[in-house]
């Protein structure tokens, strides 16, 4: 959370009166003094936005975070990285935060399997990659060392709540925009699998990359209450779309 702009800041002290043998609301006591006024007063309290890291800080921070997910995996099947798609070093209230999304992929190479070179696995045909966002806070002493680490995936249920990035609903404000066209009479779906570039910057759009089809309905049919009264016009092309979508800073929305 973020502190509001002239915020009264007070400092507090709290006496707890250990007397568990007595119920009474007497036994804290707290006395609070203003402290300052004005955020900007404390640099401690003001949040530091960092994307710099040099490259091999970088790689260790997501072949760590590829570790934690392995670690966790009720598979047997082992994944390896694919890409770093947005890293930032973020000092808020005192406390440095690494923010990163990593895509990982599942490999051929089996858990516990002897001198397994992570990079040299082969990807497991068939599968989807996975996106994930990464939480770790390093140790203020050594960049290197890594207090705790939190990760969840695009395939768990907490990924969209915690992101705001929900693939599904990325899809539905772009092609609602595509239908937004004159020139666009019949209803789309998209089809196959998608690409998509997470930002961890607001002035930075997330890239989603994807297929669409055209169908026999117009556009102005509810496709979510009417699942099955439109299919697929294969007398049409095919056609590949770039969507850049922004969300609103500070929050969660489009």
Request: a negative charge.
């Amino acid at each position: 959370c973020n502190l509001l702009p002239q915020t009264t800041v007070l400092r507090c002290q709290a006496e707890v009166l250990n007397r568990p043998w007595i119920k009474s609301d007497k036994d804290i006591n707290i006395d609070c003094k203003e402290q300052f006024t004005d955020e900007t007063k404390s640099g401690e309290h003001n949040e530091i936005v960092k994307d710099a890291f040099e490259e091999d800080v970088k790689n260790y921070y997501a072949n760590r975070a590829v570790k934690h997910i392995n670690d966790k995996a009720d598979t047997n099947n082992i994944q390896k990285l694919i890409t770093i798609h947005a890293i930032q070093n973020v000092i808020n209230m005192g406390v440095n935060t690494v923010r990163m999304y990593i895509e990982t992929a599942y490999t051929y190479c089996i858990r516990h399997q002897d001198q397994v070179e992570l990079a040299h696995c082969v990807e497991l045909s068939g599968m989807h990659h996975r996106l994930c966002y990464v939480r770790l806070w390093p140790s203020p002493d050594d960049e290197l060392v890594i207090e705790s680490m939190a990760v969840v995936c695009d395939d768990e249920p907490d990924f969209k709540s915690i992101t705001g990035i929900s693939v599904v609903d990325l899809i539905k404000a772009s092609l609602k925009d595509i239908e937004a066209s004159p020139k666009t009479k019949y209803k789309l779906v998209h089809q196959g699998e998608l690409n998509i570039i997470p930002s961890l910057d607001s002035r930075i759009p997330i890239v989603l990359s994807f297929i669409v089809v055209s169908t026999n309905c117009s556009k102005y049919v509810d496709i979510d209450k009417n699942p099955l009264s439109c299919y697929v016009d294969t007398s049409k092309p095919l056609r590949s779309c770039t969507s850049s979508i922004w969300l609103g800073p500070n929050s969660k929305k489009i």
